[in-house]
């Protein structure tokens, strides 16, 4: 019986009007052609939107934004590296979720639209760990979710940002700015 089932799914076909009558395909090549790609760095800028902060912690909201005249999908965590002033790399550690302001926020497939936004939330804390300075970061080197070439970035519109201990959490890719 699901074999049945199956071998009748595997038929269904779609038919749409056309100027000269009426034309069929199959239902999966109409899905198929629905579908956005990925979104890569080439099409994308990276930029600091806003942030928030309370006793010790910071919270950061990043726009991404689809330069293309093509709409693209993005789905997950964005990668994050920490760089110096030289664009030298820092000590990184990042955390997928929960933290003091990035919270349980779940990952979806967000469509960007030709020229759209999508949004992360990065978090930090800048408060020393065991009397170790804290470096700045004055740039982030980021790689959109699946993709594996960056974009790179001011971290803090045109400052920095000092995660002390290199230990940073994000949130996965949103339709909408948000924090926890």
Do not use: E, W
């Amino acid at each position: 019986m699901k074999m049945m089932f199956a071998a009748v799914c595997a038929m269904v076909t779609v038919i749409s009007p056309t100027g000269n009558g009426l034309r069929v395909r199959p239902a999966v090549a109409a899905q198929a052609s629905q579908a956005a790609p990925s979104c890569h760095n080439t099409q994308l800028t990276i930029r600091y939107k806003s942030s928030n902060g309370a006793a010790g912690h910071v919270g950061i909201i990043y726009r991404i934004h689809n330069l293309s005249a093509q709409a693209c999908t993005l789905f997950g965590y964005p990668g994050v590296q920490l760089l110096d002033r030289q664009f030298l790399s820092l000590p990184t550690t990042v955390h997928r979720g929960t933290g003091d302001l990035v919270g349980p926020i779940p990952r979806q497939l967000v469509r960007v639209a030709a020229h759209g936004n999508a949004y992360f939330a990065l978090g930090y804390s800048d408060v020393p760990v065991m009397n170790q300075p804290c470096k700045t970061a004055y740039y982030l080197m980021i790689f959109a979710p699946n993709d594996v070439l960056p974009v790179v970035t001011y971290a803090f519109g045109r400052g920095g940002i000092t995660a002390c201990a290199g230990s940073i959490y994000v949130s996965p890719v949103t339709a909408r700015p948000r924090y926890q």
